[in-house]
């Protein structure tokens, strides 16, 4: 199953109310999926980025309520989420970070990495990873990305993207002071203001449109 775009499931949640379980059994794509991500494996390592495969999390279902995210989980082949006109549900966590006093955490990935190459994203994000907790995912991204922990954080969506990919989100706001450390997929960074009507052009709508909806 995969899912329409647009939001399935919206919070806020606080990280207790948000739970997964995971199926024991990895999801077969059907066989043109399967080719199209040997494909875009191959397109990898024809620009040099990493084209190491394996397995990461399948959003297999969901179950929401105003008090409660239920996710039910499933491993499945990472290349997969690289397929343009259907991503089988692939799971990733988006950590989208602010400073204390409001302003939002820009970086722009590096020319090498598989996905969004060159362009401006917020905050950190990546696959969940077989067997963990997509909370724990938020956390863990936002370390590896900018070597900061959350003061408080929370679950604000479940989404699904024009290519069927499907997205936890997250917002974690920073402690007074926090400075951030960028790792090496990214090459710049930025805090853009607390209101995105005064972000910089190059912003991406869909940048702008997901913090209004998260402001």
């Known amino acids: 199953m995969s899912y329409p775009p647009g939001i399935l499931a919206r919070g806020p949640w606080k990280t207790d109310q948000v739970a ?25 390592e024809d620009r040099g980025s990493p084209a190491h495969d394996g397995l990461a999390a399948r959003l ?43 302003r939002w955490l820009a970086g722009r990935r590096a020319a090498w990495v598989a996905s969004w190459a060159g362009r401006w994203a ?19 991204e936002l370390d590896e990305e900018w070597s900061v ?28 002071g926090a400075e951030v450390t960028p790792d090496a997929e990214h090459d710049e960074h930025a805090w853009w203001p607390a209101d995105p009507g005064d972000w910089p052009e190059d912003a991406d709508p869909a940048l702008r449109q997901m913090a209004s909806i998260l402001a």
């Not at 917020?122 to 863990?140: F, I, K, M, W, Y």
């Not at 929370?154 to 917002?171: H, K």
């Open 149 to 176: 922990a959350p003061e408080r954080l929370s679950v604000e969506a479940l989404v699904s993207l024009p290519n069927r990919l499907a997205m936890l989100v997250g917002l974690a706001w920073l402690p007074e």
């Open 20 to 44: 997964s379980r995971w199926r024991e059994e990895e999801y077969e794509p059907p066989t043109a999926r399967s080719e199209a991500a040997d494909e875009a494996i191959a397109a990898l």
């Open 122 to 140: 917020l905050g950190a994000g990546g696959s969940v990873e077989v067997g963990e907790d997509p909370v724990e995912t938020l956390t863990r």
């Open 60 to 102: 297999a279902g969901y179950e929401a309520t105003s008090g409660r995210l239920e996710l039910e989980l499933q491993p499945m082949r990472w290349s997969l989420r690289l397929v343009r006109e259907d991503a089988s549900a692939s799971l990733a966590a988006l950590c989208v970070t602010r400073a204390a006093d409001g």
